[in-house]
């Protein structure tokens, strides 16, 4: 009992000389006034605090004597020659800096920062921004708001909704993509540009951010008053994200792998056949000639001609997407990047830190394929190394989050230095965009990549979360994980629906429950489920290992499971209109298209740490389901097994249940159906959702009839945005809007004149307005009741 109480002692007395001398270093000596903040000379080192906009705080922090950057690219370039104006008042402890919008407070004893609204309502508080001696370490502590919630820093498959009490260790791996922002509901975000690995604790050992090598805190405090807010300042620092192209949002079938261009033909051509919709195909790894691995070349024995592979493609209506990697092995290529000293090492991964390099390596992949006419890239294992995939020690794990990010963070700190070894992803997503965008600009850039970071969002990129395995467990941590993603600011996330590993293998990752895979009714119905959540994902794409995915291999129609996953891309389909429209106010607006309850109803508690249901636009609430109902593994029927989740609804809307047209309050759970063919699926009274119909891709029908449902219950509106689909004349103002505002107490819809137009333009389109009840405007299909207008692009009111 003694040794113990001695110990707190000796740590008492060590943090409080910690504190002491943390304080001591960081008093401010000077101030230097400057239009838009103040510089400061601490007894060791730098501050400088500046108002970037009214809302938005740029802070800079250095040991040494000047600050030397952390050369990241993060940010966009912004003019200077108007800076903000802010007031400054000094009294005997603070510095105050006021925009019309924010209060900053810097205490001249400790050099913290705290950040108050106009009014003087405290959002964060910055208790000691601390370098670790002896090394390149800073360690930023911050003083949370106890009912605060915090989303962000990327996508871990680590089963965590809210950040709050939690441990996260921060770097690129094939299971985890960071992105060095948070997003809180106390009405703010964080912004760190720095390239090095992090480590965010919020629990015994206290509330920090730890860079682990930077040559200074260059970090944002964005104010928002909404998380959507947040993303928008987020945005504007680090640039906003492109239109997708139209096929993008249908239904993308990939598998590892199709082997040959005949097996990619063959199966697109099954799915015309069977009128089954689909949008694109994928063409995995190993397409290239033996032991040549990551080389941009296809093997003439099963790939004899690139251009007619992809021509045929584009006659079936469909697009093809081509896995690229970093690192040629074995061929032409590699020897080209290391004559000319552009790898990084002794590695065969290209220096995509190189103006050059990206350049050279764009090359290869626009002779190979952008010239053949091949639509969209899957940059694959853009850590781009990862340390554990060969690490078999006894013990090793999932849950090994520690020690994955030791190895990895070792690993790529020795390849690419340790102060940018988390930016690889951005400068290789970098390269391929900019060089893609000089080329040609009649096709969108599109890139699936498994990496993310703060900024890449503006060079079009998705991020997957890896090679996940075929398990319920794993299932259930990728919705967290997406919205944590999607909370940072980058829009685009998604999964390999069904899991990338069905089996169980040797090694620590390859851990899947099914080793019969479709054969197995269990992973039947885990696929099942994974569909249903993917179709509410940004990117709708079927991916993985070890069995097959085409939809018929579930089953026949009639069967259950391909019955589900057939309704489920109808529905896809049909939501065309709303999930573009969304995609507009992505680029437009800032928006969030797939996103965390927190988004739209911070103020409800109850929805802080909710990590199975979430926000798809602003009128889906959607519950997938992610515990089995009918299958363990091996087919084993399960018995007595309720086919309802319980779900809950958000206080601030009432709700009405997108198959049943049954009405709900919010700020309640309740018991919803959910049958194999069901996912529960919850509608906010007062939306507008614009619907099409079931087309074979995207743009087989694009005067096609619309219906217009309309769920009563409060006013609302709903923006629709359409342009061409896959250029970027929209850049130049080609596209066009209108608006639907809906008046509840009145029924009456006004629809307001078309603003812009594009070449293709509908002239006129029929909409059928549909006011959903218990019996019209339900489910999936369409509906026969409801009144109908033809719209020219003039005003039109309406009475349903």
């Known amino acids: 009992m003694r040794n113990i109480v001695l110990f707190f002692f000796i740590l008492c007395i060590m943090t409080d000389v910690y504190a ?30 500046e108002f970037v906009t009214p809302d938005i705080v740029r802070v800079q922090y250095t ?21 903000v104006r802010v007031s400054c008042t000094k009294d005997s402890d603070y510095y105050l800096l006021k925009s019309d919008s924010l209060i900053v407070r810097v205490n001249l004893s400790t050099a913290s920062i705290t950040y108050l609204d106009h009014d003087g309502g405290l959002l964060l508080q910055e208790e000691q921004c601390v370098p670790i001696e002896n090394t390149s370490k800073y360690r930023i502590h911050f003083k949370w708001q106890p009912s605060e919630a915090l989303y962000g820093w990327g996508s871990h498959m680590e089963n965590y909704m809210n950040l709050r009490g939690k441990e996260l260790y921060l770097c690129q791996h094939n299971l985890k993509a960071m992105v060095p922002v948070i997003n809180s509901t106390a009405g703010y975000g964080l912004l760190f540009d720095a390239g090095c690995a992090m480590v965010f604790k919020d629990n015994s050992e206290g509330s920090f951010v730890e860079l682990e090598a930077a040559k200074q805190v260059d970090s944002y405090f964005m104010k928002g008053k909404t998380m959507d807010a947040v993303v928008a300042n987020y945005r504007l620092l680090t640039g906003n994200s492109p239109m997708m192209p139209l096929y993008l949002f249908g239904y ?14 063959n199966t697109l051509k099954e799915y015309r056949q069977r009128r089954i919709p689909i949008d694109m195909i994928v063409q995995d790894w190993n397409y290239w000639p033996e032991g040549q691995w990551g080389n941009m070349s296809m093997n003439p024995t099963f790939y004899p001609d690139k251009k007619k592979l992809a021509d045929e493609i584009h006659s079936l209506h469909a697009k093809l997407m081509i896995s690229i990697w970093p690192n040629a092995t074995n061929c032409p290529q590699y020897e080209d990047f290391k004559k000319k000293g552009l790898l990084l090492g002794e590695t065969p991964v290209y220096d995509a830190f190189n103006p050059s390099a990206r350049k050279l390596y764009w090359s290869y992949a626009k002779k190979a394929f952008f010239d053949n006419g091949f639509d969209a890239w899957w940059c694959d294992s853009s850590e781009p190394l990862d340390a554990d ?42 390269g391929i965009y900019e060089n893609q965008r000089s080329t040609n600009e009649d096709k969108r850039v599109v890139n699936l990549t498994r990496s993310g970071y703060a900024g890449q969002q503006r060079y079009s990129t998705i991020t997957w979360n890896g090679d996940t395995r075929a398990s319920w467990q794993s299932f259930a941590q990728m919705i967290p994980a997406g919205l944590n993603f999607m909370a940072t600011g980058c829009p685009y996330w998604t999964i390999d629906i069904g899991a990338f590993f069905t089996r169980k293998g040797p090694q620590w990752f390859w851990k899947g429950d099914y080793n019969k895979g479709v054969a197995d009714m269990g992973y039947r119905e885990l696929y099942t489920r994974m569909f249903q959540y993917g179709a509410f994902l940004p990117m709708f794409r079927s991916h993985g290992s070890d069995t097959p995915r085409e939809v018929w291999r579930f089953g026949k129609p009639g069967d259950p499971f391909y019955d589900s996953l057939i309704e489920m891309i109808n529905m896809r389909y049909r939501l065309l209109p709303y999930i573009y429209s969304l995609a507009g106010k992505v680029h437009r607006e800032n928006y969030t298209m797939t996103r965390a309850l927190a988004f739209d109803f911070a103020k409800d508690v109850q929805v802080a740490d909710l990590k199975d249901e979430f926000m798809f636009g602003q009128a889906l609430l959607v519950a997938p389901v992610t515990t089995p109902m009918y299958y363990s593994v091996d087919s084993h029927p399960l018995e007595k097994v309720d086919k309802t989740r319980r779900v809950y609804l958000p206080d601030g809307a009432d709700w009405i249940d997108f198959w049943t047209g049954e009405k709900y309050k919010g700020g309640q759970w309740i018991v919803s159906e959910a049958p194999i063919n069901k996912i529960p699926l919850l509608v906010r009274q007062g939306s507008i959702i614009p619907m099409g119909p079931v087309m074979q891709y995207t743009s087989e029908k694009t005067d096609a009839d619309w219906e217009i449902r309309v769920y009563p219950g409060a006013n609302s509106s709903f923006t629709v945005y359409e342009d061409e689909g896959d250029n970027y004349n929209y850049e130049k103002g080609k596209s066009s809007s209108f608006e639907i505002v809906w008046n509840d107490k009145n029924n009456t ?52």
């Open 63 to 83: 040991r040494g004597n000047a600050f030397p950057g952390n050369g990241t690219d993060v940010c966009v370039s912004r003019a200077s020659d108007n800076p």
């Open 749 to 800: 819809l006004i629809i307001s004149d078309r603003k812009g137009e594009y070449p293709g333009m509908p002239v006129s389109r029929k909409l059928r307005f549909v006011k959903v009840n218990e019996k019209s405007g339900i489910g999936v299909k369409e509906s026969i009741e409801g009144k109908v207008v033809e719209y020219k692009g003039k005003y039109l009111k309406i009475k349903i």
């Open 252 to 265: 993308i079938q990939s598998k590892e792998r199709y082997i040959s261009s005949d097996d990619l033909i």
């Open 389 to 430: 995939w060969t690490f078999m020690k006894e013990g090793y794990g999932f849950d090994s989050h520690k020690q994955r990010w030791e190895l990895n963070t070792n690993l790529l700190d020795s390849v690419l230095g340790a102060e940018r070894s988390q930016l690889y992803s951005l400068y290789h997503a970098m």
């Open 20 to 49: 002491s001398n943390s304080s001591a270093s960081s008093q401010v000596k000077q101030t230097t006034i400057l239009v838009n903040g103040i510089s400061c000379d601490l007894e060791q080192g730098l501050l400088k605090v």
